[in-house]
């Protein structure tokens, strides 16, 4: 329950004079701005900032949060984004005063603990993708895509052959196409077939020596694993062509397989799905990347070296496409990630994806007989329902449904993606989620599919805002204030 008061802006609440906390007085000679600073950097009055006391910035701050979903306060199924739980103890150790309190322009010598720990962290990568060399830099897993796509043009660049295509399959996540296009490639299609999978004969018809890298997420954002992978990596080399594996679904195979290992030259991790990373609203994130040994050189410098025993940062690479990340890239999140990973071991990553993929099909056998999943009976990390059937006989879509989980206090799940399935519905429990969690979940799916479909229509109820227009939310926002 909010009273008004929770839902005035903090500007509304503000009273001349009314303060949270006052200094005790000057103690020192004071100095006039304009004998500091040159006129045209001193403002014309104090900002106008809201004048309230302790209790009330408190009780703004805390009744916001909480009209907020988090993993932190609900069940987050949302797929290809794998929203798990975020471990408290990656916080403390991210925070601890010898990591955090430093400064990116310190000596190298004063920063070697620092430098370990990424090194450690490139090494632990390599060993999971099964590739030989790693920069940490790229700050999310769509720069990932941008910097690797980088690194492929550079390499053709290098050798001399003219490639200007990059093959993604139809199913892909939008950044794709996106980075393709980015870097300078044409990006072009390719068909998957109806159980969800590349379409060789398509990959065929497209597939020339103008194709430099053929981008594939693996397990794809259907929740499967490509039965063909080697036989499309050895097409894709055999015509001189590089594979860019999507590590955005790597918490599925995690000490099980490895992109290297299934033909990958390439790969990039987002940290903040794979390694339990607080995604926050909308970031920071960070994506690294993994390439073979003939990439390697074109990587963004620098790259954390050990040499003797002691680490440094080597920035004599002259093949580098260059930095795509001020300093070492967003270490807050990779020290979490370091944390996660060192705190289960090898052993425990694979129960990790073990757990993640038993928990998807889990779910999946629980609610397949109200929301079909078309592409199998079986999944990996997370499946894509359809709701296609309910939206014939009972005028309910997926996105009332999504709608509707919000009363119920579930995140929704990903919806209307990927496109390649109507009415798509893609759920991701995660690992970290229990089996009374998983059933309460399939539970209320069941009964908002029996409730009437003009309460759906209307759904959520229980919220500040129903339903907005989300494209003009996010193209127009209304951001600034006035009374
Ligand atoms: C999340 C995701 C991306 C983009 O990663 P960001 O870290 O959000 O930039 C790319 N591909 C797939 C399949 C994803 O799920």
Request: proline share 8%; aromatic share 6%; charged share 20%.
């Given at each position: 329950?909010?009273n ?11 009273k ?8 005790p007085?000057?103690?020192v ?27 009330q910035?408190v ?7 909480t009209?907020?979903m ?8 949302l797929?290809?984004c ?52 790693c ?16 690194v492929a043009?550079?390499?053709?660049r ?18 794709n ?9 044409e ?10 999978f ?9 597939l020339?020596?103008?194709v430099a890298v053929?981008?594939i ?14 036989e ?7 015509l001189g ?20 290992d299934?033909g990958?030259?390439?790969?990039h991790?987002?940290p ?6 607080p ?11 993994c390439?073979t ?8 410098a ?7 025993g002691r680490f ?7 093949k ?10 967003n ?16 052993d ?16 999946l ?16 990390h997370?499946?894509?329902?359809s ?7 009972k005028?309910?879509s ?64 229980s ?14 926002p209304?951001?600034s204030?006035?009374?």
């Amino acid at each position: 329950m909010q009273n008004t008061h929770d839902t005035q802006l903090i500007f509304e609440l503000s009273k001349p004079g009314r303060r949270a906390a006052r200094l005790p007085a000057c103690d020192v000679p004071e100095h006039a701005l304009d004998t500091l600073l040159p006129a045209e950097a001193i403002a014309a009055g104090p900002p106008a900032l809201p004048e309230v006391s302790e209790p009330q910035v408190v009780r703004h701050f805390v009744n916001l949060s909480t009209q907020n979903m988090s993993v932190d306060t609900h069940f987050y199924p949302l797929g290809s984004c794998t929203m798990k739980y975020n471990p408290k103890r990656n916080e403390r150790a991210a925070a601890m005063p010898g990591l955090s309190d430093l400064h990116p322009y310190q000596a190298e010598e004063t920063l070697q603990g620092m430098l370990e720990l990424l090194y450690d962290m490139q090494e632990i990568l390599q060993e999971i993708s099964g590739l030989q060399e790693c920069s940490l830099q790229p700050a999310a897993g769509a720069h990932g895509e941008f910097a690797a796509l980088l690194v492929a043009a550079a390499y053709y660049r290098d050798i001399g052959e003219t490639r200007t295509k990059v093959l993604v399959p139809d199913n892909a996540h939008g950044t794709n196409p996106a980075s393709a296009a980015m870097a300078g490639f044409e990006s072009i299609t390719v068909k998957t077939t109806a159980s969800g999978f590349v379409d060789l004969d398509d990959l065929n018809a497209k597939l020339d020596e103008r194709v430099a890298v053929f981008m594939i997420t693996n397990p794809s954002t259907l929740g499967l694993f490509e039965p063909n992978m080697r036989e499309i990596a050895d097409r894709v080399h055999a015509l001189g062509g590089l594979i860019y594996l999507d590590g955005a679904n790597m918490n599925a195979i995690l000490g099980i397989s490895r992109p290297g290992d299934f033909g990958a030259d390439m790969q990039h991790y987002n940290p903040h799905k794979t390694f339990s990373g607080p995604h926050g609203g909308g970031g920071p994130g960070a994506g690294p990347i993994c390439v073979t040994e003939k990439l390697a050189p074109y990587l963004p410098a620098p790259i954390v070296r050990k040499e003797d025993g002691r680490f440094r940062l080597d920035h004599d690479m002259p093949k580098s496409i260059g930095r795509v990340r001020s300093f070492f890239g967003n270490v807050g999140v990779l020290l979490r990630a370091y944390a996660y990973i060192r705190t289960h071991g090898p052993d425990g990553l694979r129960r990790i994806s073990e757990n993640a993929v038993l928990n998807a099909n889990y779910v999946l056998s629980r609610v397949k007989h109200i929301l079909p999943v078309p592409q199998g009976h079986r999944c990996m990390h997370e499946f894509v329902a359809s709701a296609s059937n309910l939206r014939r006989d009972k005028d309910i879509s997926a996105m009332d449904i999504a709608k509707r989980l919000l009363d119920y206090g579930y995140h929704a799940p990903t919806v209307y993606f990927p496109l390649t399935v109507p009415e798509a519905m893609m759920i991701e429990p995660t690992e970290s989620e229990s089996k009374e969690t998983l059933d309460a979940f399939a539970e209320v799916l069941f009964r908002i599919t029996e409730e009437d479909a003009t309460l759906l229509h209307d759904a959520p109820h229980s919220t500040a805002i129903s339903r907005p227009d989300e494209v003009r939310a996010a193209r127009q926002p209304v951001l600034s204030y006035s009374p």
